[in-house]
């Protein structure tokens, strides 16, 4: 079982975040024992103590508004254990190259290969995965796709291909012959035309078999392409014409879960799942749609027993439950004020209100001070993630929010679509892994 990320595509990603004008906050993974008192300085930390709560509700959430990921194409299928069976499906136009090529007078068709690099495997690769193509019905359009979108293809497919990922070493070529000899077939009058190219090679989906048990990504870039060989009465020597697999970048993929266990009742898009349906855990999932609402409904009393003190630091702390390898958890995660319908919160222009991440004493705060910074972790192994609220806290305190909680979301890379991660909520088995609160508060 292997799972391979686009390395240049998260530095890029990395990079571009570190860069961002954007102050929003992201979680952190962690393993210090003394998570949150290395945030304050040096001056302050003798005079800091904090006390913790764990009466922290936690609900998943099925979310539609799921933008399906770009610079890459996903199919498969595959069983997960706490989130039950995942389908996808691929969607690529079909494109004539730019020089309007096509076969000359007398040409004899050979084969048609299909080649792929693949960006990203996840599930039991070891095992023979089998891919359909069939063609497209309809045109793709340029635009968002978003995950649960399909699209209309021929009932019966027009090529097979079989393969394990696990010998795939990053590249793999399959002869795509009945598509191939049906582009051969179509004659000069509709190669050299793009206009009819189009109307009679709308594109091709991929879909997976019953019994596959992975889901992998192919790239879109040039890699991607089908080349047609062919040969002439008078010249026995192969020569080809590639057509694009991704000509404007129209592509996207379909994701399908057919939830099981405590999931099993989200079934429509907007169902929730409490804590304990869930046996005492929540869920964070990418293309799958998967969110969490958190709510802290001990704010009020917090107020009440701090008695005026300041609070320096409020640090949420999370314990994910791992699973054996791959079942991969996400990198990083954000959150986004709630709405009090279980959808992000708008400003007047539209823009979604995230929940800040400061690094800061909150004694800044009464003098109307920003407090909000830039952090980004990027977790490999999960032992503790932590979420610093401090400036959501004072803001409620204050009566500047509602408490209506937030909601969290993965942040999405290029080869993260499958990744899922389990955290314990506050009734799961194990104590030691429940959520809590930490309040960091300078003494009087």
Request: hydrophobic share 40%; glycine share 8%; proline share 4%.
């Amino acid at each position: 079982m292997t799972f391979i990320p686009n390395l240049q595509a998260v530095n890029s990603i990395i990079k571009g975040l570190v860069i961002s004008s954007l102050s929003l906050f992201l979680w952190a993974c962690n393993e210090t024992s003394e998570l949150g008192i290395d945030t304050l300085p040096t001056s302050d930390r003798g005079s800091v103590s904090f006390t913790e709560y764990s009466d922290i509700n936690t609900t998943t959430i099925l979310l539609d508004s799921v933008l399906a990921p770009t610079g890459q194409v996903f199919m498969g299928k595959y069983q997960d254990p706490e989130l039950g069976q995942v389908t996808m499906e691929g969607y690529m136009a079909l494109r004539t190259n730019a020089n309007l090529s096509t076969f000359p007078t007398g040409a004899i068709y050979d084969s048609t290969i299909f080649r792929y690099g693949i960006e990203s495997e996840y599930g039991d690769t070891t095992r023979v995965q089998v891919i359909y193509v069939h063609m497209l019905l309809d045109t793709l359009p340029i635009k968002n796709y978003y995950a649960f979108e399909s699209s209309n293809y021929a009932q019966v497919p027009i090529d097979t291909f079989r393969f394990k990922l696990s010998d795939a070493n990053g590249y793999l070529s399959k002869k795509l012959n009945n598509l191939g000899k049906r582009i051969f077939d179509a004659g000069s009058p509709i190669l050299t035309s793009v206009q009819q190219f189009n109307q009679n090679f709308k594109g091709i989906a991929f879909v997976p078999d019953g019994g596959n048990s992975a889901v992998f990504s192919i790239d879109t870039d040039i890699s991607t392409e089908l080349s047609v060989f062919y040969h002439t009465a008078t010249d026995s020597t192969k020569k080809s014409i590639s057509f694009l697999l991704n000509t404007d970048n129209i592509h996207f993929s379909n994701v399908k879960t057919q939830y099981s266990g405590g999931l099993a009742s989200l079934r429509n898009y907007g169902d929730t799942v409490g804590s304990f349906a869930a046996g005492g855990k929540f869920y964070i999932s990418s293309m799958r749609g998967l969110r969490t609402l958190v709510q802290i409904p001990d704010l009020a009393k917090i107020k009440s027993e701090l008695n005026g003190r300041i609070v320096a630091k409020a640090e949420l702390i999370f314990k994910p439950i791992n699973y054996a390898f791959p079942y991969i958890t996400n990198r990083g995660i954000v959150g986004a004020i709630n709405n009090g319908k279980n959808r992000f919160l708008k400003d007047a222009n539209g823009l979604t209100q995230f929940v800040y991440s400061d690094q800061q004493l909150v004694s800044a705060y009464s003098a109307g001070a920003s407090l909000n910074s830039f952090s980004a972790f990027f977790p490999i192994t999960s032992n503790a993630w932590e979420m610093n609220i401090t400036t959501y806290v004072n803001e409620i305190m204050v009566g500047k929010r509602a408490n209506s909680g937030f909601i969290l979301f993965p942040l999405s890379f290029t080869g993260e679509a499958p990744r899922r991660t389990v955290f314990a909520a506050n009734n799961y088995s194990d104590a030691a892994l429940r959520p809590k609160l930490r309040i960091y508060y300078i003494k009087p």
